[in-house]
């Protein structure tokens, strides 16, 4: 593959990243808006075999090549950049370290996330492999955001093992047909003016009429000379609930999601007093089948308007923020649209005393099952409970990041501005989170104000 030449315009994604623009260091172009994967690897790397698959990666996929030039605000565009290496760092524990491997593997990967990766530098993808001896390790590939989303980073290590499965000589790297980026980009533009994008659009011009975006008053005001520090508080719901609140969402033909939302929801109309409640979420962004093995930023904004006024108990609120979440995944289009339509509802991101904060709980591609990269068994580091003082950033407010485990119990991350929020507040969030959840799904035709 060569570098191309000719200007390929912006994905919606890319323009609605470009909203958040704060230059190399801070935002959505900072040089700490990342996401990193991290797992344990048993069985000796082929460093050599590592360092040709995740070039193979990087010419695979544009988008980890390619940059979003702003130089010119009329005349913002996407290049993509010729192949290249992939800077791989290569690095051996403290054979004295007495932690538990666990332990240092965790840590490995939060000073990783912690890092500065900069988004001028291609492709935007690094590896790092930790070694505890020749047969256990620690593997992290970090990736700008600009570059990707949650679901293209299992795509990333899919692809990653089957190529390494291919440089180590044990069989062909079996991978599915690529639909690039820039053909999503070309897909997404065009569809843009489509009869089920119009009828999408109507719906959401009458959903949103006179909303906003329901943010929280922050313990600082936003100070644009102050330099964004994230942090990552991490939390743990226990087995017992998380089994209750499975149970519970299975009778009412719910989600986890969609009963971790309605908690949520509860809380905001606990703490705010509000009954119109409007949360951003996210979604995978890919309606179209043929762009599920695509790596991108093709993650989609989702706003999720619930009214509350009238419930009597958590169980009305979830058949409420059910129908809330069906309407929005039935008319998900690119956000970009819908904010073009409803600028309104964004207001509170112009607050300099408000931050809004986003509700997500992870996705992973549902065909992505395999735990072997070749000869080697790897298992994802998912559940992470060591504390997290820096950590990779978000372009604006914060974020709420929920896992379900295989193991039966919930793990999780609120990230948030240090020179915003105190820590004490996330943690009484957090905590209020955890309580309302409890006593939701335990209590379900109790009276609100009992949760």
């Known amino acids: 593959m060569t570098e191309q030449t000719s200007q390929i315009p912006l994905s919606f994604n890319q323009t609605f990243l470009c909203a958040f623009d704060r230059g190399a260091e801070h ?23 590592l360092q040709g698959a995740l070039n193979d990666v990087a010419e695979r996929h544009e988008a980890l090549r390619t940059e979003i030039v ?5 005349n913002q565009h996407q290049l993509v950049h010729a192949p290249g290496p ?23 990967l939060n000073e990783l996330e912690a890092g500065s990766y900069s988004v001028e530098q291609f492709p935007l993808v690094w590896g790092f492999l930790g070694r505890f001896d020749e047969s256990e390790s620690v593997l992290v590939v970090t990736v700008h955001h600009t570059a990707t989303d949650s679901w293209s980073m299992e795509i990333i290590m899919r692809d990653l093992a089957e190529f390494y499965t291919a440089r180590r000589g044990l069989g062909e790297a079996n991978l599915p047909e690529l639909h690039g980026f820039p053909e999503f980009t070309a897909y997404q533009l065009e569809s843009a003016g489509s009869e089920p994008t119009q009828h999408a659009l109507e719906h959401w011009k009458t959903k949103l009429a006179g909303a906003q975006i329901l ?133 509170p991101f112009q607050d300099p ?5 986003a509700f997500e709980v992870l996705q992973t591609p549902a065909d992505i ?19 997290h003082p820096l950590s990779s950033h978000i372009p604006n407010g914060a974020l709420w990041a929920t896992d379900v485990l295989p193991s039966g ?43």
């Open 215 to 347: 943010a929280v008053k922050t313990d600082r005001p936003f100070d644009e000379n102050v330099t964004n520090e994230y942090s990552a508080y991490r939390y743990r719901f226990d087995a017992e609930l998380t089994e209750t609140m499975l149970k519970f969402a299975t009778a009412n033909r719910s989600t986890a999601f969609m009963v971790l939302m309605a908690a949520y929801n509860v809380l905001l109309h606990k703490r705010t007093g509000a009954t119109d409640i409007v949360v951003p979420t996210f979604t995978s962004g890919r309606g179209d089948e043929r762009f599920m093995a695509t790596v991108g930023p093709i993650f989609n904004y989702l706003l999720l308007r619930t009214d509350l006024s009238g419930c009597a108990s958590f169980r009305e609120v979830l058949a409420k923020t059910r129908t809330t979440c069906f309407d929005a995944y039935t008319n998900d289009i690119p956000f970009a649209l819908v904010a073009n339509q409803s600028p309104e509802v964004l207001a």
């Open 369 to 387: 099952t395999d735990d072997l990269i070749g000869d080697l068994k790897y298992t994802e580091i998912r559940r992470r409970l060591l504390p």
């Open 409 to 451: 119990e919930m793990v999780g991350s609120l990230k948030f501005d240090l020179n915003r929020f105190d820590e004490a507040t996330v943690i009484g969030l957090v905590d209020g989170l955890r309580e309302t959840l409890r006593n939701a799904v335990t209590n379900p035709d109790a009276p609100i104000a009992n949760l």
């Open 353 to 357: 005393t408000l931050a809004v904060i």
């Open 27 to 49: 935002g959505a172009f900072g040089d700490k808006h990342t996401l990193s994967f991290g797992c344990r690897l048993s069985g000796e790397v082929d460093v050599d075999a």
């Open 86 to 108: 992939v800077p791989l760092v290569v690095s051996d524990f403290p054979a004295d370290d007495p932690r538990p491997r666990d332990e240092q593997a965790e840590a490995f």
């Open 70 to 74: 702003r130089s010119d605000p009329e």
